[in-house]
Nanobody, 115 residues
Framework: QVQLVESGGGLVQAGGSLRLTCEAS????????MGWYHQVPGKQRALVAS???????NYADSVKGRFTISRSYVVKTMYLQMNSLKPGDTGVYYC?????????WGQGTQVTVSS
């Protein structure tokens, strides 16, 4: 069982920055990948960025060049640095970890970008 806790959300003006943090109870070297998802009311969660156990990263087209995902095995934490934020980035951000075929989710953190 993996517990994930997100933090770092908040209210920011367009063009600003936020860094989201996802603290994990464990990140095994053998895990599949971790990722950040974005959800707005009435829509499914959409992948924003992911990072594999080997460090390979993948980004949604809408955030390429603005967001950066990173992870530390030492402190068992994943990050999402979000720069040049836009009102369309508003929503709840969830972190996830896939380990042995099981997907674990955090409770989410709200990000609101004002225009």
């Amino acid at each position: 069982q993996v517990q994930l806790v997100e933090s770092g959300g908040g209210l920011v003006q367009a063009g600003g920055s936020l860094r989201l943090t996802c603290e994990a109870s464990q990140i095994r070297r053998s895990h599949d990948q971790m990722g950040w998802y974005h959800q707005v009311p009435g829509k499914q969660r959409a992948l924003v960025a992911s990072i594999t156990s080997g460090g390979g990263t993948n980004y949604a087209d809408s955030v390429k060049g603005r967001f950066t995902i990173s992870r530390s095995y030492v402190v068992k934490t994943m990050y999402l640095q979000m720069n040049s934020l836009k009102p369309g980035d508003t929503g709840v951000y969830y972190c996830s970890q896939i380990d042995s075929g099981v997907t674990y989710w955090g409770q989410g953190t709200q990000v609101t970008v004002s225009s």
